[in-house]
C-alpha cells in the first residue's frame, strides 16, 4: 500500500476527526440542536467522549488481529498532526462558520455514502 496515501488519509482523517466527524455525525447535531449548546462545546465534548470510545476500539480490534501496526503508524503520526491543526482551526473560527464547515461536511459525506451505495448495488446486479 502507499505511504504516502496512508499519510495524506492520517492528515485528513486527524484534521476531520478534531472537528468530530466520527460518532460525532450524530453526536453533535443532537447536542447544538436539540441540546441548544454552542458548536464549539458540541465537538470539544465529542472529541473528549471519543478517548474512551477509541480504547475500545483498539482493544477489540487488537483482540481480533484487525490491527496493522506497521502501517497504522503512517495514519497515527499525521492523524496526531491534523488533529492538532484542525483543534487550533475550529478555536480560532467564528462558531457560524465553523457550523457552516460542519453541516456542508456532513452532506458532502452523505453524498458521497449515497453515491457509493449506488455503484456497488449496480456493480452486484451486473455480476449476477
Do not use: R
Amino acid at each position: 500500500m502507499n505511504y504516502i496515501f496512508l499519510i495524506i488519509c492520517g492528515l485528513l482523517g486527524g484534521i476531520i476527526g478534531s472537528m468530530g466527524m466520527g460518532g460525532g455525525t450524530l453526536l453533535i447535531p443532537l447536542l447544538t440542536i436539540f441540546g441548544g449548546i454552542s458548536q464549539h462545546l458540541a465537538q470539544s465534548i465529542n472529541l473528549l467522549a471519543f478517548i474512551p470510545m477509541g480504547i475500545i476500539a483498539i482493544i477489540i480490534h487488537t483482540k481480533h488481529h484487525l490491527i496493522d501496526y506497521k502501517k497504522a503508524i503512517f495514519i497515527i503520526v499525521p492523524a496526531i498532526v491534523g488533529a492538532i491543526i484542525g483543534a487550533l482551526l475550529s478555536t480560532n473560527t467564528n462558531e457560524k462558520i465553523l457550523a457552516i464547515c460542519f453541516g456542508s461536511f456532513l452532506i458532502i459525506l452523505g453524498i458521497v455514502q449515497l453515491l457509493s451505495m449506488i455503484f456497488m448495488l449496480k456493480k452486484k446486479n451486473k455480476n449476477k
